[in-house]
């Protein structure tokens, strides 16, 4: 299972201690449910081959053991990308509420994909991890959350 979390945006953990609550979680919605568009639908890198031979197997030991797996036919050569079918990609969703909020994906897998033990393979053909997500929109995710919290103090009444 994997997590994204905002509240490792300094800029909002900082504007959440001065905010009522209400304006605070309405903010903390809008920014979550923005980063899980992106997550969704921009960061999903167009096919790209990458060889055997840019990336050589680890040790003996692992090419043999992915040998024996053919061999029985736990894994299916050729192998067909799913894509946002696949399961991974669908899996995203928005648990908790309020200032509490995060995305989740506990779909089989997703930590070598998305996760500390992304693979080799799938970091040189582009799939980026959270953290880098999360980085390279901070400054949209921000914009999300404020859109949030201004709507939601005007409709408090209180801008």
Not at 28 to 56: C, D, F, K, M, S
Not at 78 to 102: C, D, F, L, N
Not at 143 to 154: P, Y
Request: hydrophobic share 40%.
């Amino acid at each position: 299972m994997i997590e994204a979390t905002i509240i490792g945006v300094e800029k909002i953990s900082e504007k959440l201690k001065q905010l009522p609550p209400a304006a605070g979680a309405a903010g903390v919605e809008q920014a979550t449910n923005y980063l899980l568009g992106v997550i969704e639908n921009r960061e999903i890198p167009p096919y790209q081959y990458i060889g055997r031979e840019v990336i050589p197997w680890a040790s003996e030991k692992q090419r043999r053991f992915v040998m024996m797996k053919i061999a029985k036919g736990e894994i299916v050569v050729p192998y067909k990308r799913g894509g946002k079918h696949a399961g991974i990609e669908t899996e995203w969703h928005v648990e908790g509420s309020g200032m509490q909020m995060t995305v989740t994906n506990s779909a089989p897998g997703v930590d070598y994909v998305y996760g500390p033990k992304q693979a080799k393979r799938l970091g040189l053909i582009g799939w980026p991890k959270i953290p880098a997500i999360i980085d390279k929109y901070k400054s949209n995710i921000y914009q999300s959350f404020m859109r949030g919290v201004k709507k939601a103090m005007k409709d408090l009444g209180l801008q």
